[in-house]
């Protein structure tokens, strides 16, 4: 995140996390778009955000270890 807004110095905070999610989970996003968490447009909703890509990515990251990929 540190690097992406060095190169991004003009996006809000917001902007700057979704679009970091966007490029490296990119199948994530959708989850996201429509939703209270969707903090592109809306920096209040950053908090929301965050606990929930933790929640996200934990669950992704359990499916490989288990050798389940799937939608979350």
């Given at each position: 995140?540190?690097?992406?807004?060095?190169?991004h110095?003009?996006?809000?905070?917001?902007?700057a996390?979704?679009?970091?999610?966007?490029?490296?989970?990119?199948?994530?996003?959708?989850?996201?778009?429509g939703?209270?968490?969707?903090?592109?447009?809306d920096?209040?909703?950053?908090?929301a955000?965050?606990?929930?890509?933790e929640?996200?990515?934990?669950?992704?990251?359990?499916?490989?270890e288990?050798?389940?990929?799937?939608a979350l």
């Amino acid at each position: 995140m540190d690097e992406y807004r060095r190169h991004h110095p003009e996006q809000r905070e917001g902007q700057a996390h979704y679009n970091v999610l966007r490029r490296e989970w990119p199948d994530l996003q959708h989850e996201v778009v429509g939703t209270d968490r969707n903090c592109y447009g809306d920096d209040r909703r950053l908090p929301a955000f965050l606990s929930w890509v933790e929640r996200a990515l934990s669950a992704e990251q359990r499916e490989r270890e288990e050798g389940r990929p799937g939608a979350l």
